[in-house]
Each structure stands twice: as structure tokens, then as C-alpha cells.
């Protein structure tokens, strides 16, 4: 069955899926919904995007996404709120760092109406994935990577550029205990650290097995020259508060430009919080912890949206937060989930009907 959704073409599934999910037990993003959003760069550019039914995509063994990990990907949520209407939280910022990310790999920027436009069809299509229970919503995954063939060393001549989403329940990463990183790097000066590339993920894994093997859950990134500056923690960016100063490293070539982080920072801000962007030393944060005056660490990012971290270790030893009952972490998780939810009033403008 064809139509027309925002002006992109729509080929809906035969049959639902939805009646075969519990929506009260979803496992981060390994249920799909029915539909997914499909746009292929051919000859010079980008074809009129298409929605078409969930499915496996087939590529020649020779695309150059095999071989040269030209892959870039967002992540980003849908919420209900208690009127069923749909939204969105500073989508356009998602589209834009996606094109900050296509130019990095030298893969041709995507129109922001495609992006938009493409989305908001999909959603209104599949509407009833958007889980209804608290802290659930629907997990968006819009990536391009190259389709193209050839094992010449060169960017593809061929993309495709999908967005498929999954529903996911309340996310809870429970009491994180993190590694500060002295040997490995998640990037370089000078590297594609602030882009959202495959490859930036794919070589975390590793450092990342050989901390949970010494029993932390999870690393916290440090330059690349002298590992003295903490930088990220995991796949997220990181926040530490120091007495009642709330710290976090600024963006560079190696840092991701957070759309979390950003909101944090304008709420924390807004909400008298004394905030400073500025290098975080490794000692500054290990004597804090000495001394008693390290208050709280925390990861922010789309999924967990504020990850609480319990304990670090450093060189042999583990140092451990103390549990406040008025946390930063837990004020700044509630300001933002009030916006995307559509609970409270939104000051600065982030929050985007469907």
C-alpha cells in the first residue's frame, strides 16, 4: 500500500509488528518498529527520500563501507506526552552535526529537509511505537554510510542514508564504577573525535573490555598527548562537580559537541549553577576526591540522558563519590526530561511538535 506523507512516498508493511512487543520490557534498541526511512546518493545527488517496511539491506561485498569506514550516524529520541501528541528535542541540531559529520568523512552533505521532513513522516507513520509508559520513548538512529563499490582507496561514489528507530523503555545504567584511561585514546588532535563516525565507537571496544575485565564498567577518556586532562566518559561527554562549580571539558577535535551537554550547561546556568568549560586535570579531580570536595561525576548523552557515576580508579586505586540527596545530576536529568516530555514550559526553545 503506497501514499504520501509530508511529500516523501510511503510503501507500508502488510502486517504490523507491534502486537508482538511488550512494550514494559524493551531492551535498548533491539526492537524496530515497521517502518524505516530510505535515501540513496546516486550520480552527483541525493534521490528523493522513501519509507518503506523494516528490513535487511543488501550491498555488494566490494562497498566501500567494508573497507574505508565511511559510516556516520545521530541519536535522538521521539516522546509522547500525557496528550498523545509527539516531539522532538533540538532535532535540527542532530541534522546539522550529521552534516558536520558527513563533511569530516567527505560524504555529501545531506538537505536539512530531507532530514526533517523524512522524519516527521516516519513518525506520524509509526506513531504507536512511541512507548507510553514512564520514561519510555522511541530511540531514532538516522545514519549514511558508503554504498558504493570498488577497493580503491577513495571516497564512495554511492551513500544511503537510512533512519530507523527502535522503542525503548526507562533507561537506568545503575551505579557506574569508570576507569580513568592512562595508555589508549578515543581520538587525536587533528582527527575525527567530534564527529559521530563508526569508527570513534569501534575502537573504544577494546580499552573498554580490558577495564570491565579489572571490574569498571565503563572508561573515561583522557588526551591523547599526555593523558593528563579527562575528556569523555564511555560514548558520552562527561560533567564533574568540584564543591558547587560543575566542570566539563570544551569541544574540540577530539570531543564530541554534545546536544546533552549543551542543554545541561544552559539549564545548569539557568538555574544559577556556577558552570565552567575549561580542561579538567586528572590530579585536579583525584585531590578533590582526597580532600572530600568532589561532589559528583556524571556522563550525559542521549540514551541515559545523565549517567551518575559512583567510583573512578586511577593507577591502582579506587575512589569513591558520595551519594547526595540533591544532586546536580539528578536536578538538570528532571529539567530536560520535563522538556521532552512536554511537562513543564520550554524557555529556550529546544522542544519540536511532530
Known sequence: MENIINNIP????????????????????SVFSDHMLVCDYKNGAWETPTIVPYQPITLDPSAKIFHYGQSIFEGMKAYKDTNEDVWLFRPMDNCKRLNISAKRLAIPELPEAYFMEGLKALLKLDSNWIPTNSGGSLYIRPFIFASGNGFHASPANAYKFIIATAPSGAYFSGKVKVAIEEKYSRSANGGVG??????NYAGQFYPTQLAIQKGYNQVIWTDDNTHEYIEEAGAMNIFVRINDTLMTAPTSDRIL?????KSIIEIAEAEGINVEVKKISVNEVVEAAKNGSLK??????????VSPIAAFGYKGTDYD???LENSYAS????????????????????????
Request: hydrophobic letters at 35%; proline letters at 3%.
Open 257 to 261: 559537541d554534545g546536544i546533552t551537554r
Open 296 to 305: 559528583e561525576m556524571f556522563g550525559s548523552g542521549t540514551a541515559a540522558v
Open 194 to 199: 567530534y564527529a559521530k563516525a563508526g569508527g
Open 10 to 29: 510511503v510503501t507500508k508493511c502488510e502486517k504490523s509488528k507491534i502486537s508482538d512487543v511488550d512494550f514494559n520490557n524493551l531492551a535498548f534498541g
Open 321 to 323: 563519590l558520595p551519594e
Open 331 to 354: 536536578l538538570l536529568k528532571k529539567r530536560i526530561t520535563d522538556i521532552q516530555y512536554n511537562r513543564t514550559d520550554d524557555p529556550f526553545g529546544w522542544r519540536v511538535k511532530v
